[in-house]
């Protein structure tokens, strides 16, 4: 296992949508586990292939939030079957370092992924796992967490995070 580096908004991989996967075999397990690896070092509850610079439709939770107790869920292919309620919560992203906006997802969803045995798996999810699965799923179609924002909110970002990486290059 190896912690990989996560690419940060703007970089344009973050932008591209990730490839299916065929099969689950070794190259993608290695993929995997270095994902979960890398998430826990962040630390993150979550993170997707495109943010280590790989289009592969692979994502990695575990919004356990306690280190005893992990519930690591590796899931290729991951698809949203359907989506229950609405509620606003603060959303935070690896790729965009110290930025954290309210986002309107659904609490409530039924989820389809392969494991990595390759076995199909449905589940429903609820609360910030059920968020979790909706946000790295997008980053599989190139779309971010600030992509939900209005316009205005958007504007808002942009100068706030300029500042942020103004900071950051101080900061070096």
Excluded: W
């Amino acid at each position: 296992m190896a912690i990989r580096k996560i690419l940060h908004y703007p970089d344009p991989v973050l932008r591209q949508k990730a490839e299916s996967i065929a099969e689950v075999d070794d190259e993608i397990r290695t993929l995997a586990d270095d994902m979960a690896e890398t998430m826990y070092a962040a630390p993150g509850v979550g993170l997707a292939a495109p943010q280590v610079g790989v289009l592969k439709r692979v994502i990695v939770l575990d919004c356990a939030g306690d280190d005893d107790q992990r519930r690591l869920i590796c899931a290729v292919n991951p698809q949203i079957l359907s989506l229950e309620g609405e509620s606003c919560e603060e959303e935070g992203c690896l790729s965009v370092p110290s930025y954290y906006a309210k986002v309107t997802r659904s609490p409530r969803a039924k989820v389809r992924y392969l494991d990595l045995d390759g076995q199909l798996v449905e589940m429903d999810v609820e609360g910030l796992l059920a968020v979790a699965f909706q946000h790295e799923i997008d980053h599989l179609d190139g779309v971010l967490f600030i992509d939900h924002l209005s316009p205005l909110k958007k504007n808002l970002f942009k100068k706030k995070y300029k500042k942020i990486l103004e900071q950051k290059q101080e900061e070096l």
